[in-house]
């Protein structure tokens, strides 16, 4: 479909700015790689310290790259989908304010004075700037929310029969939870943490903040991941050469996030003594209840694949994985996604380990997380991304993608990468090795009494697959800024390969509509959250001992076993 110059310029600039931006969050992966081999002993490399790179880096690809995407990409799936763009002022307004926060919280981590990674926890303190630009990218990328939701009542209106096409369920249950999980994190920050660090406040209750940050943190990683489920159902099936397996799995699966993604944020703080036992069990309980809709979507998948391999010819039990289309540069979206897919087999079932208390306590803050997260966000998320961003871009502009057939090997090489990089942090975590530490300055410096000859094979596998995946990153560069220069040969027109299901099950009014699901939304919230934070109010704990950056054992550990 055509759309308006203003849209279309709009979604350039939402995709351009965060892969522009995404070159030094992918410098700063390979760096954190280098340092943590312990390749350089140093603490910081081209001026630019461990810890500043490791924000920027989560900073970037995380946050920054995945709030953009998800806002162009719900202006473009509300707009094809529902034949309505998106109010104007509305949605330049959510840019700009993404924009000008994005710019102040650059500032301070570029100019070091942000070094407090994307979780920012207290005692760790920013410049206001980088709070204050947080919240604003935030407040931005839940504004078009409000213009998406008066298009789609206005459709129910005229077509109160009609099952609500399943990317639009999609996109508006992704930015309802973004938007009640954010209150949080803005109480966080506007409450607790600006006040002290413009010095109006002398101290924060450590254990609140994180608190309030994981109701927002764990959410946050749904609002990355449903982006991608959209594309799953709704555009991967087709590409495949098939149908959907069921309508009906899809929708479930989208309430069920709805109903699981904010109330399970306690599971990082599995280890955090000042919350109580019993609600680290509900909520561990409730993650549980959060893989379900995965499952579902595990399962969906794989019979919807298998229709596709059926229908390409396939006739033995398992054929069908051989008949799909992983090499075909004109549908090279499928191979984006599904690497995403073959990756979230891991990152998924890591997850499952995280989930279970037991286990947690062994690989808690060790290696073995960053192992998972890199299977999950850097794995369907990312790819489903960087793909849809070439395939929105190229569609919008007319202009052919640059180099197709080294396109369609990019993801399968990130892939690769990444299942070498994780092993090597998956393994090094269960033997102990830290995340978030600078190893090259102590643990892998042979020269430190802290030399840890166990984990040399495992961060430099580590290493090895960082190599691979910022050689994919780097031909991703070249593939969509070559894109941009090139010249259009097709009108630009916004379109989505549109996946029919093979089971279009009559319509449920239970699965088209939200008004029950976010009353059981509000309820399950209320009852996991409510002691959580009058635990965390009651129980600040004792304040942390004092580090130095460049040394993981504390100081205060070092005096006290001193005579
Ligand atoms: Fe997680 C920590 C538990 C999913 C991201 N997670 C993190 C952190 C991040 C993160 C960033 O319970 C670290 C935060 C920090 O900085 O401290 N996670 C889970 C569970 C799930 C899960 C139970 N996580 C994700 C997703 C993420 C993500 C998704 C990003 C997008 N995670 C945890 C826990 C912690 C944690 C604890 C805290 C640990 C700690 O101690 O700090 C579940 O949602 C996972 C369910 C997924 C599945 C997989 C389904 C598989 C599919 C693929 C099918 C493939 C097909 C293709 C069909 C059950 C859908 C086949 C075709 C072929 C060709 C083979």
């Known amino acids: 479909m055509n759309i308006s110059k203003s849209l279309k310029r709009l979604i350039y600039w939402e995709l351009g700015i965060p892969l522009t931006l995404l070159t030094i969050g992918i410098y700063h992966g390979l760096m954190q790689t280098i340092f943590r081999a312990g390749v350089i002993h140093q603490s910081s490399f081209a001026h630019l310290d461990y810890y500043q790179g490791l924000t920027l880096h989560g900073v970037i690809n995380a946050v920054v790259l995945t709030s953009y995407f998800a806002v162009a990409f719900g202006h473009a799936t509300i707009t094809f989908y529902l034949k309505k763009e998106p109010h104007k002022w509305v949605s330049w307004l959510s840019f700009w304010l993404m924009t000008i926060g994005t710019v102040m919280a650059a500032w301070a981590m570029l100019a070091g004075k942000a070094s407090v990674l994307y979780t920012f926890y207290p005692p760790l303190k920013a410049h206001p700037l980088f709070y204050l630009g947080a919240a604003l990218l935030i ?35 992704n930015f ?45 990683v749904y609002f990355w991941l449903l982006p ?45 003594p000042s919350i109580s036992r019993g609600i680290k069990m509900f909520q561990g309980l409730l993650t549980f209840g959060v893989a379900v809709p995965s499952f579902i979507t595990a399962f969906t998948l794989a019979a919807s694949l ?103 090997i990019i993801p399968y090489l990130w892939v690769i990468g990444i299942l070498i990089f994780s092993t090597g942090l998956s393994w090094g975590g269960l033997i102990g090795e830290p995340r978030r530490t600078n190893l090259g300055m102590t643990y892998l410096n042979p020269k430190n009494e802290l030399f840890t000859p166990e984990w040399v094979p495992t961060t430099m596998l580590a290493l090895a697959g960082a190599i691979i995946m910022t050689f994919a990153a780097l031909l991703f560069f070249i593939v969509f800024f070559g894109t941009m220069l090139r010249k259009k040969t097709a009108p630009g027109v916004l379109d989505f ?27 399950v919230i209320l009852l996991a959250y409510i002691p959580a934070f009058i635990n965390a109010n009651k129980n600040p704990g004792p304040g942390a001992p004092p580090f130095t950056p460049a040394n993981p054992v504390p100081e205060q550990t070092a005096q006290t076993s001193t005579p």
């Open 306 to 408: 298998e229709y596709a391999g059926k229908k390409r010819g396939s006739k033995t039990l398992l054929g069908f994985f051989a008949k799909l289309p992983y090499l075909d540069a004109s549908r090279y979206l499928f191979a984006y996604l599904i690497g995403g897919l073959i990756l979230f087999i891991f990152g998924g079932l890591t997850g499952i380990v995280n989930a279970s208390g037991v286990l947690n306590a062994v690989v808690h803050n060790t290696a073995w997380m960053p192992g998972h997260f890199h299977m999950t966000v850097a794995g369907p998320v990312f790819l489903s991304i960087i793909g849809m961003s070439l395939f929105l871009y190229s569609g919008l502009s007319g202009k052919p993608v640059f180099l197709p057939r080294v396109n369609v």
């Open 139 to 173: 407040v931005g990328s839940w504004i078009p929310l409000f213009s998406w939701a008066n298009i789609y009542t206005a459709w129910k209106k005229e077509n109160p029969q009609t099952k609500t096409p399943l990317a639009v369920v999609g996109t508006l249950v």
């Open 497 to 523: 390969p549109v996946t029919e299901a093979l089971h279009d099950e009559k319509r449920i009014p239970l699965f088209d509509t939200f008004k029950p699901w976010l009353l059981i939304m509000g309820i």
């Open 228 to 272: 991608a489920y959209i594309m799953y159902y709704t555009i991967l099936p087709k590409l495949a050469g098939g149908k959907l397996f069921s309508d009906l799995a899809g929708r479930i699966s989208l309430f069920l996030f709805l109903l699981f993604s904010v109330p399970v944020g306690v599971h990082h703080q599995f280890s955090d």
């Open 176 to 220: 309802t939870i973004w938007f009640v999980c954010t209150l949080a994190v803005a109480y966080e920050v506007l409450v607790l943490l600006l006040p002290w660090a413009m010095g109006w406040k002398a101290t924060v209750n450590v254990t609140l903040a994180r608190t309030l940050f994981w109701f927002f943190g764990h959410a946050l």
